[in-house]
């Protein structure tokens, strides 16, 4: 939910610019919501196209995710020779790939939540 105001105060042309990019499908909020995130580096919306194939390479990190915890499992428990740089390195991949799903599971609910929210008409 959205509950922080910021006022803005913006030249003529700026306001023509802004206006430029909202079209007639954007509010100036949107717009400078996208351009905000873009700047400071957080995840975007995407369209329920990019949406979907972002569910697909979530869903194979997930498996990537269960095999490399199967092989660091496997050494820890005797099951093949343990390698101490190589269950780091399986560790430290492991923890990668979680992150990553993370960042895609942060950009498919932004994403849902402007869908449903322009879906809405709000």
Do not use: W
Not at 53 to 82: C, D, H, K, P, S
């Amino acid at each position: 939910m959205r509950s922080e105001v910021v006022r803005v105060r913006l030249q003529p042309e700026e306001r023509q610019a802004l206006a430029a990019l909202c079209g007639e499908s954007r509010t100036a909020s949107d717009v400078i919501r996208l351009l905000f995130r873009d700047q400071a580096g957080l995840p975007l919306p995407v369209g329920p196209a990019e949406a979907e194939a972002l569910r697909g390479t979530n869903e194979e990190l997930r498996r990537i995710g269960i095999n490399l915890n199967q092989a660091v499992r496997a050494m820890n428990e005797g099951r093949v020779g343990y390698e101490p740089h190589l269950d780091a390195a399986l560790r430290k991949l492991a923890n990668g790939v979680f992150r990553l799903r993370a960042d895609v599971d942060l950009m498919l609910r932004i994403s849902r939540k402007e869908r449903k929210r322009v879906g809405h008409g709000a």
